[in-house]
């Protein structure tokens, strides 16, 4: 059972109609599981684990939590027609909508930490879930089927392939869109993030001091959801200004325990957490990480979720975290993912194609240049050839295909992007953003079930909406100039963190751990990728899998996310596959090479 869920049912009036959402009512009240949130014509809505609230404004009705973005916009306040638009402008947080009607509308927010998939179990009567997993199987999709073409493009490029379900029979709304379930309609994407990557009209001071202000008020409001929490400190920039928003907000006092983990006992990380911590004026609980070897039930425990469990592929860390959320009591992990991509981290030459949009020839003068050039280890001449290089645009917002599956797989996503980029590219910015809106859609990927997920939340909140639109406001140029290493969001919160973290310009030897991970756990990986369902389909390539699974390529080049992904890929097939028939459409068999 998720830690918070929900299972809806949307119908067109009618007798036949009617008396099926009844029967499924009466049904589901008799097995327990669920609990009757709202019952409408048209809708009736139930919550499961966690009761997520559930709530009426105008005619929608929304689960999830609805978080306002002032007082003005109190839901309680709320008045006139309320459409998906709306919500996305005055409210911001975790939920999906729901218009029932004689053609429903579902509306799920930008975050996508709730899903929200549906498909049709009779003309004109659609079953909505946040959990294939959690849904009774009398109300899943009559023909499930699995659909391989969509298995290897995920494998391949999952950002690009996030909101597309791994099945037949079965859809999803993404981050942000509306669907209307009408049974033929494609999503319309409400909340476009190109509408906010414009130039601001306050200069550096104002901004600063507003990212400041939305960071604290995003994270207190996501605190107060909770009575306790778990955060998270790495010893990075990002985990150390979201622990410092929630001290400088009252929140600390939910706070049961301020945990780092190492990727060994003497990992430099621990010393820059500890400096936090000692701001703070808290204990810091440390642990560190063992190389527990990998093993096939490791995989197969998460293989029922709806898409593969890559958020919970570090089994010792997951069931870790799954035991100090029962000693503590605590309810909520609290990170810092996101910063590296709200923030802009990457040293990348495309910073100068957003200068030169924004100043023209005048950009060959700007100290910008010579900066990119350094921070990006290449000559001024070099990041010039790539800053106007006519194919940049399109290359922004893709991310580079596994190369552990087949040439023609590799081949067939090589341009493809998460609907976020291609509404970039659409909307003509520059580069540089562009690459920035890509970074944070890739962040949906790791949104995924894990057994902490199962059991709690985790908030995010560098992720909220209004930080990722303040962001996305500001140019790459400003976010990026004058420094190593995000240094606008350093400047932005110099008075709160420590010297030693606001000079810390690398990360923690994580590649290095999970190289040792994977190397510890080649026994199981080997067979699992060379004699398993994707090698025999042909997604995989045996070579390339046997060329990084070699323990001298580990050390050199780990490349770990590629091998354990798709290692959480074949356990999520075996899993379905003795379940489900494969689509008649895209078989297994038209991979083979």
């Known amino acids: 059972m998720p830690a918070g869920g929900y ?26 599981a669920f609990a009757l949130a709202a019952d409408r014509p048209g809708l009736r809505l139930w919550t499961c684990g966690r009761r997520l609230p559930v709530r009426k404004l105008g005619d929608a ?148 001091a507003e990212l400041v202000r939305q960071i604290d008020q995003c994270t207190a409001a996501l605190a107060g959801l909770h009575h306790r929490l778990i955060v998270e400190i790495s010893g990075g920039l990002d985990s150390s200004i979201v622990a410092t928003s929630l001290a400088a907000t ?26 936090i911590a000692d701001r703070l004026g808290v204990d810091l609980t440390g642990v560190v990480k063992p190389l527990a070897p990998l093993v096939e039930d490791d995989f197969a425990e998460l293989a029922d979720a709806t898409w593969p469990a890559m958020n919970g592929v570090e089994a010792w860390r997951d069931r870790d975290d799954v035991a100090r959320l029962g000693a503590t009591g605590a309810d909520a992990f609290v990170c810092g993912q996101g910063g590296d991509a709200v923030f802009f981290q990457i040293p990348t030459p495309l910073i100068v194609s957003d200068e030169m949009r924004a100043k023209g020839l005048a950009a060959l003068g700007s100290p910008l240049l010579p900066e990119v050039a350094r921070r990006s280890r290449q000559s001024v001449w070099s990041v010039l050839r790539h800053a106007i290089g006519p194919a940049n645009r399109r290359r922004s917002v893709m ?19 998460h609907r976020w980029g ?120 045996r070579t390339a899998v046997e060329r990084m699974l070699d323990r001298r390529q580990l050390i050199w080049e780990p490349r770990s996310s590629e091998i354990l992904w798709a290692a959480t890929v074949e356990a999520w097939v075996r899993h379905w596959q003795r379940r489900t028939p494969d689509a008649p459409s895209a078989t297994r068999w038209s991979f083979r090479l």
């Open 422 to 541: 291609e509404d970039a590219l659409e909307a003509g910015l520059p580069p540089a953003k562009a690459m920035q809106i890509a970074g944070i859609a890739n962040h949906h990927v790791y949104h995924g079930d894990s057994r902490r997920r199962r059991v709690a939340e985790t908030l995010f909140p560098l992720l909220a909406q209004p930080v990722v639109e303040l962001c996305l406001s500001i140019s790459i140029p400003d976010l990026t100039r004058g420094g190593d290493d995000r240094p606008f969001a350093r400047a932005a919160f110099a008075d709160r963190l420590p010297r030693s973290v606001l000079e810390r310009r690398r990360k923690g030897a994580q590649s290095r751990h999970f190289a040792q991970l994977i190397a510890a756990s080649l026994p199981t990986l080997g067979p699992m990728l060379l004699d398993g369902c994707l090698s025999d389909a042909g997604v995989l390539d």
């Open 61 to 208: 009705v929304i689960v999830g939590d609805l978080l306002q973005r002032s007082p003005a916009t109190c839901a309680s306040r709320v008045g006139g027609v309320v459409t998906p638009k709306r919500l996305a402008s005055e409210f911001w947080g975790r939920y999906v909508a729901f218009w029932p009607g004689m053609v429903p509308v579902l509306y799920r927010d930008p975050s996508g930490l709730i899903d929200s998939l549906h498909w049709q179990i009779a003309d004109g009567l659609f079953v909505v879930s946040s959990d294939l997993r959690s849904t009774p199987p009398w109300l899943r999709p009559r023909r499930l089927s699995l659909n391989w073409e969509r298995v290897a493009c995920y494998l391949a490029n999952p950002t690009a392939h996030t909101t597309a379900t791994l099945f037949d029979d079965m859809a999803a709304v993404g981050p942000g869109e509306l669907q209307l379930l009408d049974g033929h309609s494609l999503p319309e994407l409400v909340w476009r993030p190109s509408r906010f990557a414009a130039a601001t009209s306050g200069g550096p001071p104002e901004l600063a």
């Open 250 to 275: 009252g929140q600390a006092g939910r706070v049961a325990a301020w945990l780092n983990r190492a990727g060994a006992p003497d990992g430099d990380e621990q010393c820059y957490a500890r400096s």
């Open 7 to 32: 299972l809806a049912l949307l119908w067109r009036g009618g007798t036949d109609l009617d008396i099926a959402a009844k029967n499924a009512t009466t049904r589901l009240e008799a097995e327990g």
């Open 399 to 417: 991310m580079t295909p596994s190369r552990l599956v087949s040439r023609e797989i590799r081949a067939a996503v090589n341009r493809a992007a």
